[in-house]
């Protein structure tokens, strides 16, 4: 059963970094667009980051533009999101999510897999 899952939240303050893993484990990931996704309380779901399968192409949201790196590693099965210069608004639950689409996509129904969540609280 294919399976993401989070790690590395965590609770900091307002400039400072923290690096989130997501592990893929039960199928293969090498060939699907992975995503990183955020939804704090009371918010929608909204699209942070993007890969696609090689790496070549990825894509962030305006809001992390210049802070925030995603980042893969398909040997290992594992997908980073590297967050700089963290701010009060970033504090959410991230997800990590997998589309079969090859175009590291931003919208959250081109993911077909989920993971459980990782808490990010960013104090002022």
């Known amino acids: 059963q294919a399976r993401l899952v989070e790690s590395g939240g965590g609770l900091v303050q307002a400039g400072a970094s923290l690096r989130l893993s997501c592990a893929a484990s039960?199928?293969?990931?090498?060939?699907?667009?992975m995503g990183w996704f955020r939804q704090a309380p009371g918010k929608e779901r909204e699209f942070v980051a993007a890969?696609?399968?090689?790496?070549?192409?990825?894509d962030y949201a305006d809001s992390v533009k210049g802070r925030f790196t995603i980042s893969r590693v398909n040997a290992k099965s594992t997908v980073y999101l590297q967050m700089n210069s963290l701010e009060p608004e970033d504090t959410a639950s991230y997800y990590c999510?997998?589309?079969?689409?090859?175009?590291?996509?931003?919208?959250?129904?081109?993911?077909?897999?989920w993971g459980q969540g990782a808490q990010v609280t960013v104090s002022s």
């Open positions: 890969i696609s399968w090689s790496g070549t192409t990825t």
């Open positions: 039960g199928r293969t990931f090498s060939s699907w667009s």
């Open positions: 999510a997998a589309s079969s689409s090859a175009r590291a996509p931003s919208s959250q129904y081109l993911y077909e897999y």
